[in-house]
């Protein structure tokens, strides 16, 4: 059983995670979802969580007594196996390996903030009781952690055991360990001819070096033409 938290000003946004996989893996028992709403941890009138920076600057950043309150009463006496993520475009590059290390967590909470960010002393103060990380999903910049939180949460959930009936379709994956670092190659069904294009001829061959030697070539090309980088210094020199 792994356990989840979201906090965030939008709990509305996670209400696809009770659709598909995800929704599943709620519904078997294999993974408990809690979303909290930040205004919760608020005492004034207007519930307020955001207010203008120190130092100057365009935008709001959000105060830290909201996210103190929450942060204690989510995370408890005792975080124990917890990792709490702050998804950030400034944080580290989430990654395959991140999700597939976070799969194996008994505890995930994620820290959505909002505006220009949190104050900074919540995330070093959280870091003296519970394991932080700061997760950026790439180099682009969305409105909050809520999207990115999704994301993350869908990758790492179809890593925990048993969420996914056939696990052997992980292993084949793009970016995933088993795939040697390559894209995934093309994949086709029937029928044999679709508007004029035809399957490749070798995967009605049924020999199966043959097809895997096929889909190792064109994984490889894949991955030469759109992400050399993912090749090494070496080969990535076209
Ligand atoms: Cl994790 N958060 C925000 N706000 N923007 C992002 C991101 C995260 N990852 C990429 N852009």
């Known amino acids: 059983m792994t356990r989840l938290d979201i906090i965030s000003i939008f709990p509305d946004y996670f209400q696809p995670l ?11 028992g294999l993974v408990e979802l809690g979303v909290h709403d930040l205004r919760h941890w608020t005492h004034d009138r207007h519930h307020t969580v955001d207010d203008t920076p120190y130092g100057g600057g365009a935008g709001m950043v959000m105060k830290p007594e909201p996210w ?64 932080v990380r700061e997760l950026s999903l ?23 055991p048993g969420v996914i009936g056939n696990p052997e379709s992980l292993s084949e994956e793009s970016h995933s360990e088993g795939n040697e670092g390559l894209l995934e190659y093309p994949v086709y069904t029937k029928p044999p001819l679709w508007r004029g294009l035809e399957v490749p001829q070798v995967l009605f061959s049924g020999h199966h070096a043959r097809i895997r030697e096929w889909r190792r070539g064109r994984s490889e090309e894949l991955t030469r033409e759109r992400r050399p980088d993912l090749l090494g210094p070496r080969d990535a020199q076209a």
């Open 18 to 28: 009770t659709l598909s996989l995800v929704g599943k893996a709620i519904g078997s």
């Open 68 to 131: 103190g309150e929450a942060l204690d009463a989510v995370l408890g006496e005792d975080p124990g196996d917890t990792v709490l993520v702050f998804p950030s475009p400034s944080g580290e590059r989430f990654h395959q390996s991140i999700a597939q290390e976070l799969s194996s967590r008994g505890r995930l909470v994620f820290a959505c903030g909002r505006y220009e960010g949190i104050d900074r002393r919540v995330i070093d103060h959280a870091a003296t009781r519970v394991e």
């Open 138 to 160: 790439g180099d682009y910049v969305l409105n909050g952690g809520e999207v990115a939180t999704l994301a993350m949460v869908e990758a790492i959930v179809r890593l925990i």
